[in-house]
């Protein structure tokens, strides 16, 4: 089972940007599909960004689309989320999360990409709070 620390969460002021990293131990990043969510207080967990570089397919929530960019570094098995002009909206805690995807069929993993639910993960990580101040 994979590992996963996310760091680069902090209180920022409308409009600005963070850059969210997700350290992934365990396997390479080419075995996995990696996903953000999100959980603000007294809502439902929420995803935001999935991405498999093996099967092509990267996805964004329609709430942050234009704003949010996921992006991978194989070499030091990170997984970047980089948060642009953010809103108070965007308030909550972010998690990544890891599905092991390699061996399976492009149908299937483009299922879980088109539909990011926290139940097709099965690592996740703590969490890192991001604040937009408005």
């Known amino acids: 089972q994979s590992q996963l620390v996310e760091s680069g969460g902090s209180l920022v002021q409308s409009g600005g940007s963070l850059r969210l990293s997700c350290a992934v131990s365990?396997?390479?990043?080419?075995?996995?599909?990696i996903a953000w969510f999100r959980q603000a207080p007294g809502k439902g967990r929420e995803g935001v960004s999935f991405?498999?570089?093996?099967?092509?397919?990267?996805r964004y929530a329609d709430s942050v689309r234009g704003r949010f960019t996921i992006s991978r570094d194989n070499s030091k098995n990170t997984v970047t989320l980089q948060l642009d002009n953010l809103k108070p909206e965007d308030t909550a805690v972010y998690y990544c999360?890891?599905?092991?995807?390699?061996?399976?069929?492009?149908?299937?993993?483009?299922?879980?990409?088109?539909?990011?639910?926290?139940?097709?993960?099965?690592?996740w990580g703590q969490g890192t709070q991001v604040t937009v101040s408005s």
């Open positions: 999360a890891a599905t092991w995807i390699k061996g399976f069929g492009s149908v299937s993993v483009r299922a879980m990409c088109e539909r990011m639910l926290p139940d097709d993960f099965a690592s």
């Open positions: 991405s498999s570089v093996s099967e092509s397919c990267t």
């Open positions: 365990g396997y390479t990043l080419d075995y996995l599909a």
